[in-house]
């Protein structure tokens, strides 16, 4: 069960490590192991470099997680369209002067880690519309400034991180980011509205994709049509998931990865790998773990008596879900192929950053339950 504190006088720092859920850290400590042993996996059996580069940074990750649940959720509802801000700047520079690699210009060297902005811009739209509805009364959320303001601060982000390209991830923050207008109070007949536009409006969006993201699109619709070039992942990632059956194959026995027809496996692939080493029943379990630790965080934003963390726990609970299932389905080819990693899982400095920031701000909203934001 969740303690209730009392915030009669200061909260000791016994008090604060009491008030940690618990059951979160676990979830969190298991997927970091469960994704270490992945990882050796897809290296054959090895500590390489994808391996020790990525229980380093779960470790350093973690550590950071834990010291940034320290940290008042009032500092971040006063700092929330700052941190916005600073993304945004990051953006900027990234369209300028940012690492190239495979086509896309997505990346900062900060020598230590290749920062990939974009995925930061995941946490900064949630506490920048925590704050902005947070004081907002609700029978004046669907007042037309109060609906043109937030979309107006979802596109910006949006139009730099498309130019770069990268598609995938332009499409999880404006998840991230319609998930919170949601959850706020927004009437449902705008989104009817924004999906009948969308609808409408796809095909001539789509001409103006970059060619690599239209042939995933004709990819989806029909793998076979070019199987040894823009339907080859797909087409070997579904092999691998069928082939692990109800127990798997068995760690470090995986065919489609060992001998190598599955290209990307430790990153957006990863659970692919998976899931043809431990079947069906491990993929329920790692299943299990995600669903549990979506529940706690929920549950720590139904505790918390502040608008701001109540709407920063249930979008970043929203988003967590969003990347889950938009990663399993696509390795499933349920949807395109989209550069979407799987929540800790996945190999990635930026995006295990993202997440361990994410995670640390809602167990901030734990130890701090009961404090106002006034």
Known sequence: MLNKLSFSGRITFFQKIRSLDYWLLVCILLLGLISSFSMYSSEGGQILYYTESHIIRFTVFFSLMLAISFVRPKFWHATGYLFFVIVMGLLFYVSL?????????????????????????????????????????????????????????????????????????????????????????VNIKYFIYSL?????????????????????????????????????????????????????????KGTQSYLEFLPEKHTDFIFTLFSEEHGFIG?????????????????????????????????????????????????????????????????????MLATMTGLGIVMGCRIYNKELIV
């Open 196 to 252: 009948l536009i969308f609808i409408v409006s796809a095909p001539f969006v789509i001409t103006f994709l970059e060619p690599y993201q239209k042939l995933r699109i004709l990819a989806f619709f029909n793998p076979e049509r070019d199987p040894l070039g823009s339907g080859y992942q797909i087409i070997q990632s579904k092999i691998a998931v069928g082939s692990g059956g109800l127990y798997g194959k068995g760690f470090l």
């Open 283 to 351: 993929s329920l379990a790692l299943l299990l773990i995600y669903v549990i630790m979506i529940y706690r965080i929920i549950l720590i934003g139904s505790i918390c008596r502040t608008f701001f963390s109540k709407l920063f726990c249930y979008g970043f609970g929203s988003a967590i879900f969003i990347y889950i299932v938009v990663n399993m389905s696509m390795v499933l080819g349920m949807v395109p192929i989209v550069g979407s990693p799987l929540p800790i899982m996945s190999y990635g400095g930026s995006s």
């Open 97 to 185: 002067f940012g690492i190239t690699a495979s086509g896309s210009q997505r990346w900062i060297n900060l020598y230590f880690i290749n920062l990939q902005p974009s995925e930061l811009m995941k946490i900064a739209i949630i506490i920048c519309f925590a704050k902005y509805y947070h004081r907002l009364q609700i029978n004046n959320i669907n007042r037309f400034q109060n609906l043109l303001i937030p979309i107006v601060i979802l596109i910006l982000p949006i139009v730099l991180v498309l130019s770069q390209p990268d598609l995938g991830t332009s499409i999880l923050i404006a998840l991230s980011g319609l998930a919170v207008i949601w959850l706020s109070g």
